[in-house]
């Protein structure tokens, strides 16, 4: 149902794009949202948002350097992420709610390191 992407290795202060693409018709989604789970750490919801709508949520640690971004022409939403800190570090999950059922993604890896 759901394809994560876009995962690797960056320095400290760089920048990654995850995708996650539904292999539905997006419309059908009621709203899709990333987590991430760091070694030792419980899973946390980092942004979310809702298909047919404009509010979108992101979490107080990501704020102002992850976006969410819109690609419904190929049923995809993207978490782009910028001035990445080596807390950021984690596998990313993106999740897709659909009336009642929740559908998870593989994880996808973020290290930021030096």
């Known amino acids: 149902q759901l394809q994560a992407s876009g995962g690797g290795l960056v320095q400290p202060g760089g920048s990654l794009r995850l995708s996650c693409t539904v292999s539905?018709?997006?419309?059908?989604?009621?709203?899709v949202n990333w987590h991430r789970q760091a070694p030792g750490k419980q899973r946390e919801l980092v942004a979310g948002?809702?298909?047919?709508?404009?509010?979108?949520y992101y979490a107080d640690s990501v704020k102002g350097r992850f976006t969410l971004l819109r690609d419904y022409g190929v049923n995809t939403i993207h978490l782009e992420m910028n001035s990445l800190k080596v807390e950021d570090t984690a596998v990313y999950y993106c999740n897709a709610n659909q009336g009642p059922d929740a559908y998870w993604g593989q994880g996808t890896q973020v290290t930021v390191s030096s």
């Open positions: 539905v018709d997006i419309w059908s989604i009621n709203g």
């Open positions: 948002l809702i298909i047919a709508g404009s509010p979108t």
